[in-house]
């Protein structure tokens, strides 16, 4: 398993932005499967976003197209999640997730996920 470090979540106004940043010191994360995933109380974690190894595939749940976006530094071994016009229902702990093997649909839609960070939270509300 691969370890993962979420970083980057807050509290923020309606409309406001954060970056969420997932980072890993011992493995490449550009080997993985990376996605983003959400957990707000009382409901399931659902996959938010998740970027492929090294075809630049990615998946947006419809809550989060146009507004969300994943992308890789490999110099930085990181994982980015910019997510613009957010708003209180967007409000949620957001997990890092990998998996060396596994697709973009695979995870981000049926969950197929080896590693889990601890998880940010970030509140969207006045």
């Known amino acids: 398993q691969v370890q993962l470090v979420e970083s980057g979540g807050g509290l923020v106004q309606p409309g406001g932005s954060l970056r969420l940043s997932c980072a890993a010191s011992?493995?490449?994360?550009?080997?993985?499967?990376i996605g983003w995933f959400r957990q707000a109380p009382g409901k399931e974690r659902e996959g938010v976003s998740c970027?492929?190894?090294?075809?630049?595939?990615?998946y947006y749940v419809d809550s989060a197209k146009g507004r969300f976006t994943i992308s890789r530094d490999n110099a930085k071994n990181t994982v980015y999640l910019q997510m613009n016009s957010l708003k209180p229902e967007d409000t949620a702990v957001y997990y890092c997730?990998?998996?060396?093997?596994?697709?973009?649909?695979?995870?981000?839609?049926?969950?197929?996920?080896?590693?889990w960070g601890e998880g940010t939270q970030v509140t969207v509300s006045t």
């Open positions: 970027i492929g190894r090294s075809d630049g595939s990615t």
């Open positions: 011992e493995f490449t994360l550009d080997d993985y499967v």
């Open positions: 997730a990998g998996d060396r093997w596994t697709s973009v649909w695979a995870m981000c839609v049926h969950r197929v996920v080896s590693s």
